[in-house]
């Protein structure tokens, strides 16, 4: 698996741009709350030690993944956000509901980052049980979290 020998929470501060004129938004799931409260975490820290503001951190949340997409196109259409990271988890239950909603997840979100200028990072967990959601947000491999918000920052920057 991708994060078998990769913990997600290292970076290295000073190959990341500084983030104190940026302004992030972070729509969270409510879904699988244990998860995306951990990521949420994760993100936010990140952000706020490579230099952004706390008044510069713009938090929504939204019942759960499939509405991620919905949520962050409003963010982009009313608040003036640099980047996006939209955190959510899903985990693999008996029937196909995982694939559906993982996949319409993703290409929403792509569709965000063909559409709009402002980038929406993927940072939805879509393991195939909760000892891999947890390890990766906080646990034995990092946090997701904290990796998304790097890239939102080197994805911010672009556009600056």
Known sequence: ???ENKNLSVYDKNTVPNAKDLRFGIVVSEWNDEITEALY???EEA??????LPENVIRWNVPGSFEL???????IQ?????????????IRGETSHFDFVCSATAQGIKDLNVNYDV?????????????????RS???????????????????MLGK
């Not at 003036?80 to 955190?87: L, P, T, W």
């Open 1 to 3: 698996m991708a994060t």
């Open 41 to 43: 975490k994760g993100a």
């Open 47 to 52: 952000l706020l030690d490579c230099g952004a």
């Open 69 to 75: 997409t919905f949520g962050c196109k409003k963010m």
């Open 78 to 90: 009313t608040e003036e956000v640099d980047a996006i990271v939209a955190i959510g988890s899903v």
């Open 119 to 135: 980038p929406v990072i993927f940072c939805v967990l879509t393991d195939d049980n909760i000892e891999q959601s947890r390890a």
């Open 138 to 156: 906080g646990g034995k491999h990092g946090n997701k979290g904290t990796e998304a918000a790097i890239v939102a920052i080197q994805m911010a």
